[in-house]
């Protein structure tokens, strides 16, 4: 049988890293056999583990390139975890089928759109492969509803791929965002 694909998206804070890491706790409760990967490129925390925003981690692989996934499988894995696939390049989308098609269920975690609304186009491949999406909402930091499906960044350069938390981005509505643009 063919595995599935779901595809957790949202911006910064939404809990696409805490619902990937739910996932894996039952997979891991049925004693199934997983990976986990993250692009090496996010250092933020630590290279080795996936950390969600509340602090719960799980180790993780670092690859560079998605073909290097391939290479860590012994092929009895029923699911593969990848986080922050916005960081990773477009060759994941066949890394991701061959893995679905040879019966591995796949998770992948990533921002839907960069702080600019542009989309990831990576991620967006890979949700036009999915059986499953979950559109993740942050709490807008502005107004406080749980409308947040946007990210502002409020220092730096205007770099699409910029490492960051708090110093960097807040999680906002549609509105507030574009309140904030109109201002500065
Ligand atoms: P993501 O991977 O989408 O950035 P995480 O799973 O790492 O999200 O973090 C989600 C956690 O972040 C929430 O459980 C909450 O504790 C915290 N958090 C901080 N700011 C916000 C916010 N504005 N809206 C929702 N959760 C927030
Ligand atoms: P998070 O979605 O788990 O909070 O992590 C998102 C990471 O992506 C974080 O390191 C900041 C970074 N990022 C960018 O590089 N570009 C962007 O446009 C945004 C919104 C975030
Ligand atoms: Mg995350
Ligand atoms: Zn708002």
Partial sequence: NSGSLVVIVGPMYSGKTSELISFIEIYTLGKKKIKVFKPKIDYRYNN???VSHSKSAVDAIAITKPKEILTY???NENAVFIDEVQFLDETLREV???MIESGIDVYCAGLDLSFKANPFIVTALLMA???NIIKKKAVCHECGEYRGT???KFVGN???IDIGGFDK???VCRDCYLKLKQKN
Avoid: F, R, S
Wanted: aromatic share 10%; net charge negative.
């Fill in 48 to 50: 080795t583990q996936i």
């Fill in 73 to 75: 499988l012994q092929g």
């Fill in 96 to 98: 991701v089928l061959q």
């Fill in 129 to 131: 492969h999915a059986d």
């Fill in 150 to 152: 946007l990210t502002y």
């Fill in 158 to 160: 205007g770099d699409e």
């Fill in 169 to 171: 981005y807040i999680a």
